[in-house]
């Protein structure tokens, strides 16, 4: 059952919210309207009921024990999913307001995900994002983010929930500058003699995938090449003759329509690799967060991640 029962149970949890995002009882009871003594005294009480202490208390500084930040963090994501739920059931209700939290690949974010965010945020002007963008692997839970992009195979997790975007073919290829500086391979063994960029993450190179004559996959990493940690960049070096890159479509298509790049290995091409939106299951998709998902969905049947 429940400890929540009564307003005060959750005045407690506001008081709390409060302070613990506040440097000190003081601040916290100017912000609430409220004297020290009412705060120290609600969170004596939340402390009591909860059996544990949320405070370590000095006469320096007020900080969260380890109860005391995993407390928080449940009590935030909760009122949150209550201000969106009134938000929802208000007359603001066509006027969804707060913050989204976002993570996307850097290249990916910024071409294909920033139109789609400015059109909403034109739609929805009260909702505000927080980006970021890179190519490294975050954790949405640890980092607080309500939703993440990226490329990959998804493992099983009872942490995060996953929608597939887009499926993309990936296109090892290169410029016919430096195909002609260098010669084009026609077979896989030849790739040892060319230089290679690849991606980099945790202090190694991210190995190529290809599919062999029976289909299987299999990977392929260069003994000597350039490593990148970040998407953007992988394409420009490529752009600049630098050598050899794998990259997914929506990445490379542009310029292989152009004849900027040249696929090759086609043969060899591996399954394609997963776009995938993540999120929290603790986040529930509150309504603004849902809203967004929706948009991404839709935007994905009309084939746009996969230009």
């Given at each position: 059952m429940s400890t929540l029962n009564s307003d005060e149970s959750f005045r407690g949890i506001t008081t709390f919210v409060v302070a613990a995002n506040s440097c000190s009882f003081t601040e916290a009871s100017e912000k609430l309207g409220i004297t020290k003594s009412a705060v120290g005294k609600s969170i004596a009480r939340l402390e009591e009921r909860l059996g544990t202490k949320l405070f370590h208390r000095s006469t320096r500084k007020l900080s969260l024990t380890g109860d005391g930040e995993a407390y928080l963090s449940s009590c935030t994501t909760a009122l949150e999913i209550l201000d969106s739920a009134e938000n929802s059931l208000s007359r603001r209700k066509d006027n969804p307001s707060g913050v989204i939290r976002i993570d996307m690949p850097a290249f990916f974010g910024r071409h294909l995900m920033m139109p789609i965010l400015t059109d909403f945020s034109k739609q929805y002007p009260d909702i505000r994002f927080e980006m970021s963008f890179n190519d490294r692997l975050v954790d949405p839970v640890e980092e607080g983010l309500d939703l993440v992009l990226r490329f990959s195979e998804l493992k099983s997790t009872n942490e995060l929930k996953s929608r597939c975007l887009s499926d993309q073919n990936l296109y090892l290829c290169a410029t016919p500058t430096y195909f002609k500086q260098h010669g084009t391979p026609i077979h896989l063994d030849?790739?040892?003699?060319?230089?290679?960029?690849?991606?980099?993450?945790c202090r190694a190179p991210l190995a190529w995938k290809f599919k062999d004559k029976e289909g299987k996959t299999i990977q392929y990493v260069s003994d000597k090449p350039h490593q990148i940690g970040d998407g953007d960049a992988l394409l420009k070096a490529c752009l600049g003759y630098m050598?050899?890159?794998?990259?997914?479509?929506?990445?490379?298509?542009?310029?292989?329509?152009?004849?900027?790049?040249?696929?090759?290995?086609l043969e060899n091409m591996p399954q394609p690799v997963a776009l995938h939106i993540l999120w929290p299951c603790t986040k529930h998709l509150v309504p603004k967060v849902r809203l967004l998902v929706d948009v991404l969905i839709q935007k994905a049947r009309e084939g746009h991640f996969d230009k």
């Amino acid at each position: 059952m429940s400890t929540l029962n009564s307003d005060e149970s959750f005045r407690g949890i506001t008081t709390f919210v409060v302070a613990a995002n506040s440097c000190s009882f003081t601040e916290a009871s100017e912000k609430l309207g409220i004297t020290k003594s009412a705060v120290g005294k609600s969170i004596a009480r939340l402390e009591e009921r909860l059996g544990t202490k949320l405070f370590h208390r000095s006469t320096r500084k007020l900080s969260l024990t380890g109860d005391g930040e995993a407390y928080l963090s449940s009590c935030t994501t909760a009122l949150e999913i209550l201000d969106s739920a009134e938000n929802s059931l208000s007359r603001r209700k066509d006027n969804p307001s707060g913050v989204i939290r976002i993570d996307m690949p850097a290249f990916f974010g910024r071409h294909l995900m920033m139109p789609i965010l400015t059109d909403f945020s034109k739609q929805y002007p009260d909702i505000r994002f927080e980006m970021s963008f890179n190519d490294r692997l975050v954790d949405p839970v640890e980092e607080g983010l309500d939703l993440v992009l990226r490329f990959s195979e998804l493992k099983s997790t009872n942490e995060l929930k996953s929608r597939c975007l887009s499926d993309q073919n990936l296109y090892l290829c290169a410029t016919p500058t430096y195909f002609k500086q260098h010669g084009t391979p026609i077979h896989l063994d030849d790739l040892t003699n060319h230089s290679c960029i690849m991606g980099y993450r945790c202090r190694a190179p991210l190995a190529w995938k290809f599919k062999d004559k029976e289909g299987k996959t299999i990977q392929y990493v260069s003994d000597k090449p350039h490593q990148i940690g970040d998407g953007d960049a992988l394409l420009k070096a490529c752009l600049g003759y630098m050598g050899i890159v794998q990259l997914p479509e929506s990445m490379v298509r542009e310029h292989i329509d152009t004849g900027a790049l040249i696929p090759i290995l086609l043969e060899n091409m591996p399954q394609p690799v997963a776009l995938h939106i993540l999120w929290p299951c603790t986040k529930h998709l509150v309504p603004k967060v849902r809203l967004l998902v929706d948009v991404l969905i839709q935007k994905a049947r009309e084939g746009h991640f996969d230009k």
